[in-house]
């Protein structure tokens, strides 16, 4: 069997690329102009998972997310905050890349930012404009006219004149050959950052960036392009449009893959809407793995309603696999376990369209088989090896969650005098010992080894 993924252009389930090639996969980045939250969290924990298991499963991918460091937003919180927008973006994409690594996220390879690439963006601009597919007008904008584009809103499954329509509404298309078409170029206004091209000091528009990022790093044709489904309609949309009347490749992307929203009561978890939960908190209460496990319960493609018993459930679980995977082995006679049985289910999940929910249930059973043949004191060590290697596939640690600075070695005094107080039978106060501990956040566990303690 080979890995099979949902593809939002054609909207069935279909078999990604032989692994003989380099695969190109681009992922859409964040715009920093704010604190990112477990959505963003949710979205490249996904893609992350996607990536590992590729690679896990022998494929070579050149990974690309751009940063979108030029935007309305950006400059209005410069300018709020009497800064520039690139101190502004540099700050979050400081911040956003230091939680990525708290939550083990792989790396992408290149990470290319917009105010990087103006040249590529005023060549594509440029090459558009002159095969009739953009046109520019005398305030400096320059726009992507769709009425050239047969097809457009194939992906989105929308109609052109629909489209039309509904922005004809909502906002004056006065300087527009058609409400629909959207900005490439954006003419300079006061206040604004801005750099020359052809038709005056301006910026690029939002789409034009993606496009002009992926075509330098990857070419004119990508084999995954990801996202939350919110891209899909405008900007993947119409990131098609002005690739394929870039390059007048067809398809611009072979495979498109979208994840599923974080919900919060009934809607979206969205920074324009201020109903986020940061990041930065998230693994504070719950933990890089705790984090990954809320996620992957899920299915990539479905809604994820956030609450705070289903993210303790997930911190409890992490735990659950950790205490498998990391305790000693009693090094007794073999186990009974098949560890290859285990391996197969969690492939055949992942190869199906990336069932992460099922993959976790493999691993979940396996920890349940190697508790029990621990306690009739089997050797459970190539079990235990191969709890962590499919829970690294996952990007699950199975690390101790981390106290404070510098408390390990007062909660080891701790635990030491409670362990005292129990050699003297002095049972009352080595419990309240473990019970003012508990009160912290730790808890000990005696076993014939000794006492071990770990932190909720």
């Given at each position: 069997m080979t890995l099979r993924l949902y593809n939002t252009m054609s909207r069935r389930v279909e078999e990604i690329a032989a692994r003989d090639d380099e695969l190109k996969m681009y992922v859409c980045g964040i715009t920093p102009y704010d604190h990112s939250h477990l959505g963003h969290a949710m979205s490249y924990i996904i893609f992350d998972v996607l990536r590992r298991y590729m690679e896990y499963r022998g494929y070579k991918l050149k990974h690309v997310q751009n940063y979108t460091d030029i935007d309305d937003r950006i400059i209005m919180k410069a300018n709020a905050q009497g800064l520039s927008f690139d101190q502004v973006a540099q700050s979050f994409i400081d911040e956003y890349e230091a939680e990525m690594a708290q939550l083990n996220i792989t790396p992408a390879h290149i990470y290319p930012r917009a105010t990087q690439e103006i040249p590529q963006i005023i060549e594509m601009v440029q090459k558009l404009i002159e095969n009739d597919r953009a046109y520019a007008i005398e305030s400096g904008d320059v726009y992507y006219?769709?009425?050239?584009?047969?097809?457009?809103?194939?992906?989105?499954?929308?109609?052109?004149?629909?489209?039309?329509?509904?922005?004809?509404?909502v906002e004056s298309t006065e300087e527009k050959r058609d409400p629909a078409d959207f900005a490439l170029w954006k003419g300079a206004k006061p206040g604004e950052p801005s750099w020359d091209s052809p038709w005056g000091p301006g910026r690029p528009g939002w789409h034009i960036e993606c496009s002009a990022m992926s075509y330098r790093y990857l070419g004119a044709q990508l084999d995954i392009h990801g996202g939350g489904q919110d891209l899909i309609f405008p900007h993947h949309e119409n990131e098609i449009a002005q690739s394929e009347g870039y390059t007048g490749v067809r398809p611009f992307v072979k495979h498109w893959v979208h994840n599923g929203w974080l919900t919060l009561g009934e809607e979206k978890m969205s920074k324009s809407l201020g109903n986020t939960v940061s990041i930065s908190d998230g693994l504070r209460d719950y933990g890089a793995d705790g984090l990954r496990i809320f996620v992957l319960t899920a299915h990539y493609r479905a809604p994820l309603n956030y609450s705070s018993e289903s993210l303790e459930s997930g911190k409890r679980a992490a735990e659950r696999l950790r205490i498998a995977a990391t305790l000693p082995d009693p090094d007794g006679p073999p186990s009974d376990i098949k560890p290859d049985e285990f391996r197969q289910r969690f492939v055949d999940a992942m190869d199906d369209d990336l069932n992460t929910a099922a993959a976790l249930a493999s691993l979940f059973d396996l920890a349940r088989e190697i508790n029990r043949a621990r306690d009739e004191g089997r050797s459970v060590r190539e079990a235990q090896a191969m709890l962590r290697m499919l829970a690294g596939v996952l990007g699950l640690t199975l690390k101790?969650?981390?106290?404070?600075?510098?408390?390990?070695?007062?909660?080891?005094?701790?635990?030491?005098?409670?362990?005292?107080?129990?050699?003297?039978?002095?049972?009352?106060?080595?419990?309240?010992?473990?019970?003012?501990?508990?009160?912290?956040?730790i808890t000990l566990e005696d076993s014939a080894e000794g006492t071990r303690w770990r932190s909720k």
């Open positions: 006219n769709v009425r050239r584009d047969a097809d457009y809103g194939k992906l989105s499954g929308r109609n052109v004149d629909t489209i039309s329509k509904d922005y004809a509404r101790e969650r981390e106290t404070a600075d510098g408390a390990e070695p007062f909660i080891d005094l701790l635990v030491q005098l409670r362990n005292d107080l129990r050699d003297a039978k002095q049972f009352a106060l080595a419990d309240s010992v473990r019970d003012r501990l508990a009160d912290l956040g």
